[in-house]
């Protein structure tokens, strides 16, 4: 796209700091695990992108991106077409931003940014407009607090299953003594691995996996009725009460302030 490649690896070893790349993906599309010698900002204009990392499970609209560091192993997925926009960014550049993977949020001002890049040559001029674009862009590049989709993996394989089913079933009935039972522990000794292993309760890990999967839903153009059916609520505003007060927005302007911007 833009006259320039699409096969992420051809931006590893460019002779410039920072190198983007446009994509148009489908509704669907997955990249199994990979990883880069740069640094990666995954962001999208449309549609929603699931990454998972050893470190977890994120998803974000156009508002928002995800930062891989160097190095690390990661998948990314697609729900409607995405038209993605990614960084990559020579470690040397990237000392100031965070070694964990994370969300950055995307201004209005780094997004018109991130698209200008991707129009840019890989070999552009350091010292022309070219390159003062990237280097805003560098500087503009700075992660801001943003309620985040993040569903943390858990540093204890004896959790895997449980966390894995949760996953499977994010409307199931979820309480303390059936996961338990699930995970073949003692309700006490579930809390205190639980919280050690991901950093969340038991309760706010199912919280944070039904709003994963809300939010895929919303992408995919589901009614939010049916989304509260599907994930246990007893009533369409009681979901709603919920994603609110988790994202700061209802789930029909969340993907309606996306189209917006």
Sequence with gaps: MYGKSED??????????????????????????????????????TGAITVVTGHGTWV??????????????????????????????????????????TVVSVSPLLRELIDEATRIPVEYAPDGRDGQVMALLLTELAPRPVPALHL???????????????????????TTAGAAAHAHLSPRSLQRRFAAATGMSLTHWVQQARLIHAVILLARGVPVSAIATELGYATPSAF???FRRALGTSPSAYFAEQRGA
């Design 240 to 242: 709603t009460a919920m």
């Design 8 to 45: 992420r690896d051809d931006y590893q070893r460019v002779p410039r700091p920072l190198a983007a790349m446009a994509r148009d993906l489908p509704d669907g599309h997955h990249i199994p695990a990979h990883r880069h010698r740069r640094a990666q900002l995954i962001y999208g204009t």
């Design 60 to 101: 974000v609209p156009a508002t928002r991106g995800v930062w891989v560091p160097p190095g690390v192993t990661h998948t990314m997925s697609c729900t409607g077409a995405v038209r993605m926009r990614t960084l990559y960014i020579e470690p040397a550049a990237a000392t100031a931003l965070p070694t964990e993977p």
């Design 152 to 174: 943390p993996a858990p540093d204890d394989p004896g959790l895997d299953g449980l966390c894995a089913a949760i996953q499977r079933d994010p409307g199931g009935h979820w």
